[in-house]
């Protein structure tokens, strides 16, 4: 018997053995599999965990799921308190919930429990004991490029590409886009599009009509399957054995953006964190960060130091860059589009501020800022752009701006580290 056949009428069975019990709760699509995930800024949880649910029939929107965990020669145990399902713009039906990951977990038998009011129905989910304990890796260098509106892309949406690393062998590979402005009842923000693409492919582009300066992120899901074949585009989460998913938030480009723009993936907290590959001191490499009123950006470790800056016209086209030469604070003014050049041997950190408020550059979003950077030799970026924020109902008045900054450049340059190399680069 095919061994995918075999594994969902399994999943069947065990759906309709509950439902002699609980009619009134159907579901398909039950499922358990190791998620490996990115920190992100749309409300999944950062971490190692394993991710279990199913798609209940009729909406899954007033129901809750908790995990049942029997290990072998124990008894059942509930795993957490019950929380409400997320269903989605793409999926109605789509119900989940997450455990932390550890070995312990697969050893034994797992169930989902889900409560609609007075009714409450257990339904076994797929064996954990053949889940590996190495996690999938994720994609990197992810770049969006410019679209002008064409017959094949009436819309003009642009194109994420992505590289995987060496050893990389997917079975299915799924690009979700997620809309920021768009939040879930379980505080999550929501899916637009879901679609199953070639594990070979290195590029996307979205077929729904994206909202212009709109504020979405692309998750990849660099998924291992149960049967070791690609999963269907129609088919859910059953099939999953072990995936990654990576998060890196985007804004469609706006005409005379740069053509080609690295993007970052933001955690929880604001941080934007990059890795790009073959930056260098003779090419520009382009990254996309309350309101936003300046940027602290750090190189990562073993990264060249900053060469150059050159700054958008945004909010003022007018300046205020710190960093450090030779211990000492230095701060010089500085206009957009003018590339200004560091003490020899570059700095590993610098701060920008003096945005004027009244731009309300939203600090969530992949293409506030798009700053343009060099480095003094050639090597990787993975370091850090993290904005510095006020509220936008208490603008201060110009003197308290003026004690603000200094207050921003002592603390940014507290977690200064000096390095000894720096190449060329645009964030935003």
């Known amino acids: 018997m095919n061994f995918r056949i075999f594994n969902f009428a399994i999943a069947a069975l065990l759906a309709s053995t509950a439902l002699a019990n609980a009619a009134t709760i159907t579901v398909n699509d039950l499922n358990i599999f190791r998620d490996f995930r990115a920190d992100n800024d749309v409300g999944i949880a950062q971490g190692d965990v394993l991710q279990f649910g199913a798609n209940v029939f009729g909406g899954s929107a007033g129901t809750s799921i908790q995990g049942i965990f029997t290990p072998t020669g124990g008894t059942a145990g509930l795993i957490g308190s019950a929380s409400p399902c997320g269903p989605l713009a793409v999926n109605a039906n789509f119900c989940a919930k997450s455990t932390t990951f550890s070995t312990a977990k697969l050893n034994g038998s797992w169930q989902v429990r889900l409560t609609q009011g007075a009714t409450t129905a257990a339904f076994g989910l797929p064996s954990v004991t053949t889940i590996p304990t190495t996690p999938v890796n994720f994609p990197t260098n992810v770049t969006i490029t410019r679209n002008a509106p064409s017959a094949s892309n009436p819309n003009g949406d642009p194109t994420i590409s992505w590289t995987l690393p060496p050893g990389t062998d997917p079975n299915t590979f799924r690009v979700n886009i997620f809309d920021k402005s768009q939040i879930l009842a379980n505080g999550q923000a929501n899916i637009v599009e879901s679609n199953n693409i070639s594990v070979s492919a290195s590029s996307f582009t979205p077929t729904i009509a994206l909202a212009a300066g709109g504020n979405y992120a692309i998750n990849f899901q660099v998924i291992q399957t149960r049967d070791g074949l690609q999963i269907p585009v129609s088919s859910g989460n059953a099939d999953i054995l072990s995936r990654s998913s990576s998060f890196f938030d985007f804004s469609p480009p706006k005409s005379g953006a740069p053509p080609v723009i690295a993007l970052p993936s933001i955690t929880s907290s604001g941080v934007y964190n990059f890795h790009v590959s073959g930056v260098g001191p003779t090419s520009v490499t382009f990254i996309d960060p309350k309101i936003a009123i300046g940027y602290f950006y750090e190189t990562g470790t073993g990264n060249p130091n900053f060469a150059s800056v050159t700054l958008p016209d945004v909010g003022g086209g007018k300046f205020d860059l710190t960093f450090l030469d030779g211990g000492k604070t230095v701060t010089d003014a500085l206009n957009a589009n003018t590339q ?58 110009p003197s308290t701006w003026a004690m603000m900054i200094m207050g921003f450049v002592g603390i940014g340059f507290m977690a200064y580290r000096r390095r000894q190399n720096g190449s060329a680069l645009r964030i935003a």
């Open 340 to 397: 200004f050049f560091f003490v020899s041997g570059g700095v590993s950190a610098f701060e920008v501020t003096g945005i004027d408020p009244s731009a309300k550059l939203d600090p969530t979003n992949g293409g506030a800022f798009i700053t343009g950077l060099t480095f003094v030799s050639a090597g990787d970026f993975t370091g850090t752009m993290t904005p510095i924020t006020t509220e936008i109902s208490a603008v201060p008045e």
